[in-house]
């Protein structure tokens, strides 16, 4: 009979035992998941942070890309242009604006022209200025070369 009540409290013990294991076992599980759907929606931002420092990085090029060739534009505009539009796209920048006189328009002309990041210029219109006379309105067409690796010009 001791031996009995003995074997009784054994397996009374060994239960609680393994309760208590399994329910250890079921809290690492929970955590482990908790930790892996945690990992998986890291992932995913992090993936999704690349993909927009990606998309900020090609806009930043571009955006230094017309900063540069609005500084070259700059550099080669004579005293007496007054531009009333700059449109500077991929491959081409449009130039409007006034010249008061026409030397100074042809000075514009040839400094644009022989400017090696332009690979062309081509006059849109020139016609004198109905608003400002005696000057001219203006518009130029200049189309870009390729800017080199490395942004010197």
């Given at each position: 009979m001791v031996l009995t009540e003995l074997v009784v409290i054994g397996a009374?013990?060994?239960?609680?035992?393994?309760?208590?294991?399994?329910s250890d076992l079921r809290q690492i599980?929970?955590?482990?998941?908790?930790?892996?759907?945690?990992?998986?929606?890291?992932?995913?931002?992090?993936?999704?942070l690349q993909f927009l420092a990606g998309e900020i990085n090609q806009a930043n090029r571009r955006n230094f890309d017309a900063a540069e060739r609005l500084a070259k534009i700059q550099s080669l505009t004579p005293a007496g242009v007054e531009f009333e539009a700059i449109e500077i796209g991929s491959q081409s920048a449009t130039?409007?604006?006034?010249?008061?006189?026409?030397?100074v328009f042809s000075r514009l002309f040839s400094r644009i022209k022989a400017e090696k990041s332009f690979s062309g210029v081509a006059v849109r219109k020139l016609?004198?200025?109905?608003?400002?006379?005696?000057?001219?309105?203006?518009?130029?067409?200049?189309?870009?070369?390729?800017?080199?690796?490395?942004?010197?010009?």
């Open positions: 009374f013990l060994s239960r609680f035992w393994f309760d208590r294991k399994l599980r929970m955590q482990r998941t908790a930790s892996v759907q945690q990992m998986d929606d890291v992932r995913v931002k992090w993936e999704r130039l409007t604006g006034y010249v008061g006189m026409s030397d016609e004198q200025s109905s608003d400002r006379p005696p000057g001219f309105d203006f518009e130029l067409e200049v189309k870009i070369s390729p800017l080199s690796i490395g942004g010197s010009s």
